[in-house]
Nanobody
């Protein structure tokens, strides 16, 4: 079992910045990719960013150049630095982890159904 707890959400104006954190605990050796997803009201959940155990990072085109995903060396925490925020970034942001195993290789999947563990979410509101 892997436990994920997000923090750092809040409200900012357009152009502002926020940093989301996700505490990762439990049997983390079973995970390969950690990811950030977001879901706005009436929209599907989308992967914003992901990072593999080897450090390879992935960022959605909609946030490229503005958002940066990172993890600490012990993989106890996942971060999402969000700069130049716009109202379209308003959503509930979720931390997620897969269970592909320590020795897995390859890409981090985009679809949410590949991720087994989820945090409770952190709300981000961006006003114009």
């Amino acid at each position: 079992q892997v436990m994920l707890v997000e923090s750092g959400g809040g409200s900012v104006q357009t152009g502002g910045s926020l940093r989301l954190s996700c505490g990762v605990s439990g049997h983390t050796v079973t995970t390969y990719c950690l990811a950030w997803f977001r879901q706005a009201p009436g929209k599907e959940r989308e992967r914003v960013a992901a990072i593999a155990r080897n450090g390879k990072a992935y960022t959605a085109d909609s946030v490229k150049g503005r958002f940066t995903v990172s993890q600490d060396s012990a993989r106890n925490a996942l971060y999402l630095q969000m700069n130049s925020l716009i109202p379209e970034d308003t959503a509930m942001y979720y931390c997620a982890a897969d269970d592909r195993g320590y020795w897995s290789t390859g890409l981090c999947y985009t679809a949410s159904n590949y991720y087994k563990y989820w945090g409770q979410g952190a709300q981000v509101n961006v006003s114009s």
